[in-house]
C-alpha cells in the first residue's frame, strides 16, 4: 500500500520522529556537499493551484539533490478539477512520476488526488493545512532547544492552515500549545477536538495577545489573509492590528523566546522589521529546514530509507 503525507494527524509519533532522524542525516550530507542520490531515475510532479516560493524551490532543489527530477505545474496548467477531473489528472500523473506535490484550494481536492493516485502524494498546503511547514518548524526548534520539554508554542493571529498544522503536531508531540486568534478567526473545531482527545499537549484558545505570549518559548505567526482570502485583507487588517507581534508584545514573552515566521511575511503588519529581524528570529533556519525535511518525507515515502 502506497502511503502519502497529507496531514501530520495520519503519522504516529514515532513516524515524526523517524522523519527527523533522516532529516538530520540528509542535512548534514546536503551541508558537506556529499552526493545522496537516493531517488535517482526518479521524478515528482509538483502541482501549483496558489503561488509559492518557498515551497517550489525547496522541493524542486531537494530532489535535484536527491537525484531525481522535477517537474513544476503552474496553476495555468492543470486547471485541476475545472479544466480536468481530479480522479483522471491522478491516474494520468501516477503513469508519468514516481511521486506527487500538490499545493491546492480545497483541502478535499487533495485528499481526491491521493484517492486516485497510485504513487504517494505529498501535500504542499491546502485552504486546511500545512503540514510540510509545521514539520520544518518543529524540526527547528528541536535544533535551537534539543529537546522539547515543556515547550511553550504561541501562535497569534489566523487560526488558518498552518495554526491547524501546528494543533495535529500537538496532538502527536507534547507541547504547551496556545492559538491566539481574534473571535471568530479560531482554528478548525474538529482538529481541536481531536487533539484535545488524545491528551498529548495542553491546548489553549485565547484572544488577548499578552497574556498568550507570557512564558512563551516560542511566538509564531503568519500572515492575517491568507492565499485565497485576498479580498477580505482590508477588513481583516482592522481586526487583527491587535495581533501584531512587535517588541511591546515580544517583552511579556521570555527573553529567550523564538520568532518564527512560515514566510511570505507582511512587514508592518502582522509582525514588525525589527522583530523579524531580531536576534530572536530563526525564520530563514526555519525556511532552511523546508528542503531538509521534505527530503526526507520524499525518501522514505519512496521506500529509499
Ligand atoms: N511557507 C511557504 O509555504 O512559503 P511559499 O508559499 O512561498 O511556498
Ligand atoms: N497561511 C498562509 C501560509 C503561506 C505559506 C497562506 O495560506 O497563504
Redesign the pocket.
Known sequence: MKKDFLSIADYSKDEILRLFDITKELKDKTRRKEEHHLCKGLSMSMIFA?PSARTRISFETGMYQLGGYALYLSPADIGIGAREAIKDIAQVISRYNDIIMARLFAHAHILELAKYATVPVING?TDYN?PC?VMADIYTVLEHRTNLNDLKVVFIG?G???ANSWINLAAKLPMHLVICSPSGYEPDAGTLQYARSQSISTIEILSDPVSAVKDADVVYT??WA??GQEAEAAKRKKIFIPFQVNSALMKHARKDAYVMH???AHRGDEITDEVIDSAQSIVFDEAENRMHVQKAIIVKLLNKM
Request: aromatic share 0%.
Open positions: 496558489k498546503l500545512h511547514q489566523d488558518n492552515n498552518v503568519d500572515v491568507s492565499m512560515c514566510l511570505p
